[in-house]
């Protein structure tokens, strides 16, 4: 009996997602636990497991489709069995010759072929053109179905990705695209970098995008804020930082070396127990004080932000948090992250510090009662304890909360507390 396999949902947010790459191939036998394709959801790039016996019969979306959540992915069924009275939209997509394509050394010239275009056996990790010059455009399958979609030339674009891959982000971009000069054989160094005037663009809002806008949106409008800063005396946190790493130097590799966000986690985490509030949730009915601290972080990710959450943070030691943010890290760049790795935080970090910011205020994120907001360490004039001027070196940070679970008493004092902890970094001890 045929199986259809419809789009799961993969995030608490997802409404559609897109296929990006299709393991298996029409006529190819699959088993329970087979991976069948990698989904992009609004928040990572996730795999399709499928959970049936058979063979694959039909694909009825292509690399490159969105696809809402709930409709038909692909038939499976057994070999040769009629699948004629299905009620969906299909298209069939038969395998690739295997002697095609294959013994050729070089892609196609055809730049204006079908994004409807059969799927081979070994889907193909990258498109490739040649653009009139003859230079060789290399381009992933979503930015070529970009491409075609707003007639942009490829042989324009510089591309962002491995060996000059054009990615997604180098044909959407938030002001203009970055174009490589026309070849000519009398092409002059002193024109190598042309200045570029392009007009006004308009571009489709990514799913990432949409989901960042709806819930800060709701977050700004629904939380009554109120914002905490306070500059603390950051020498003492870096140079224990720097002994930390020091000890560790026995191991070259630099994800064994903690980070000045690792050590601020583990303050956070130890800190927050004091103040119940502060990890803390609303509802109508309730407020929900959290037994464990599950902290969130901000990670930058091609367009957009993400928040991996370590589970049971205040149980953690600094290695055990900086390991695990190394690996939360790696897995949302490269659109690895589960669910379950994205949701259920009680309090959220982030950290803009190495990008030159001084100070700013966080947007809560919901259903937190507070995000906490580390600017970068920078060097000035203090006043020490003998009310001498030296050199010293000072961060600030901002505490955002939700005025309905927090008071400005407690956001104030569990401030003071943390500021303690990182100005006397041994107090992580006894913590």
């Not at 009825?60 to 709930?70: K, M, N, P, S």
């Not at 395998?95 to 070994?122: C, F, G, H, R, V």
Request: aromatic share 4%; charged share 25%; glycine share 6%.
């Amino acid at each position: 009996m045929s199986i259809v396999i419809e789009m799961p949902k993969l995030s608490d947010t997802m409404s559609v997602g897109t296929v990006v790459k299709w393991y298996k191939s029409v006529g190819e036998s699959v088993v329970n636990g087979d991976i069948l394709a990698e989904i992009e959801t609004d928040k990572a790039t996730m795999e399709l497991e499928n959970f049936d016996d058979g063979v694959l019969l039909k694909l009825l979306a292509v690399e490159g489709d969105e696809v809402e959540i709930g409709k038909p992915l692909a038939i499976i069924g057994e070999p040769g069995e009629d699948i004629s009275s299905f009620d969906v939209t299909t298209q069939e997509l038969e395998p690739t010759d295997s002697t095609s394509d294959k013994s050729s050394p070089q892609p196609s010239d055809d730049s204006t072929e079908s994004l409807k275009e059969p799927i081979a056996a070994e889907p193909p990790k990258e498109f490739e053109s040649r653009s009139q010059n003859s230079a060789r455009i290399v381009a992933s399958p979503l930015a070529k179905k970009i491409a075609k979609e707003k007639s942009i030339d490829l042989s324009t674009i510089i591309g962002s990705g491995p060996n000059g891959r054009i990615v997604k982000k180098d044909l959407v971009p938030t002001s203009e695209f970055k174009t490589r000069e026309p070849f000519s054989p009398t092409s002059t160094i002193t024109n190598r970098n042309p200045v570029v005037h392009v007009g006004d663009k308009s571009v489709p809002v990514s799913k990432m995008r949409s989901v960042i806008a709806k819930r800060l949106l709701e977050s700004k409008t629904t939380i009554p804020h109120f914002y905490l800063q306070r500059e603390i005396n950051s020498e003492p946190v870096r140079l224990a930082r720097e002994s930390i790493n020091e000890a560790l130097s026995h191991d070259s590799s630099d994800l064994n070396k903690v980070s000045m966000n690792d050590v601020i986690l583990l303050a956070c985490a130890k800190t927050i127990l004091r103040f119940p509030e502060i990890n803390s949730s609303w509802s109508e009915s309730e407020i929900t004080y959290h037994g464990n601290v599950h902290l969130a972080f901000g990670v930058a990710v091609e367009d957009g932000l993400v928040t991996p959450v370590i589970r049971n943070a205040e149980s953690l030691d600094l290695r055990s948090i900086s390991e695990t943010a190394k690996a939360l890290i790696l897995k949302s760049r490269n659109k690895k992250l589960t669910p379950d790795e994205m949701s259920g935080s009680t309090f959220t970090v982030t950290n803009l510090g190495m990008y030159g910011i001084d100070f700013f205020s966080g947007i809560i994120n919901p259903p937190n009662a507070a995000i906490l907001s580390v600017g970068g360490s920078i060097k000035k004039p203090v006043v020490d304890k003998n009310d001498m001027l030296r050199a010293g070196e000072t961060m600030t940070l901002g505490l955002s909360c939700d005025h309905r679970l927090v008071d400005g008493a407690i956001g104030a004092q569990f401030l003071a507390s943390l500021a303690a902890v990182l100005e006397n970094p041994a107090r992580l001890l006894v913590l």
